[in-house]
């Protein structure tokens, strides 16, 4: 797997343009009807009031989800991704269920679909069959 630092730099430059992704687990793949929109914080900052209640401290490092719907939107701090990075691997595999990601916060069951949509860049080029897969 990836250092996450370098993870993480690819995964905020790819999404620097908004992206629709489709909610997923491992118990129920994709959801049905499930989607929401990411995108970088950075790449979106124009748009948000910097006064606006609840923007994260170093909204630069975070990623925006907001159901598409329009019902409200998600800040994804870094420290939550890097939290769920850690522990990725394990979700489904070994008995970790979605309860230990949604334990840090309601941002974290967005990371799931997120990981998802992008293991490819998890993988450490250097190492063969690093990624994460399911």
Known sequence: MKQFENFWNEFLAA???KRKIRNWTTDKRYSLGGWFIA?????????????????????????ICTQLREQGSVFVEKYHAEFCYRIWPTYGANGITRKLFD????????????????????????RAGSGLQF
């Open 103 to 126: 334990e840090g916060g309601h941002a974290n069951s967005y990371l799931i679909s997120l990981f998802k949509e992008f293991e490819d860049l998890t993988k450490d080029p250097n």
């Open 15 to 17: 999404l620097d343009t």
């Open 39 to 63: 995108q970088s914080w950075r790449s979106a900052e124009g748009a948000w009031d910097r006064s606006r209640p609840g923007l994260p401290i170093d909204a630069r490092e975070s990623i």
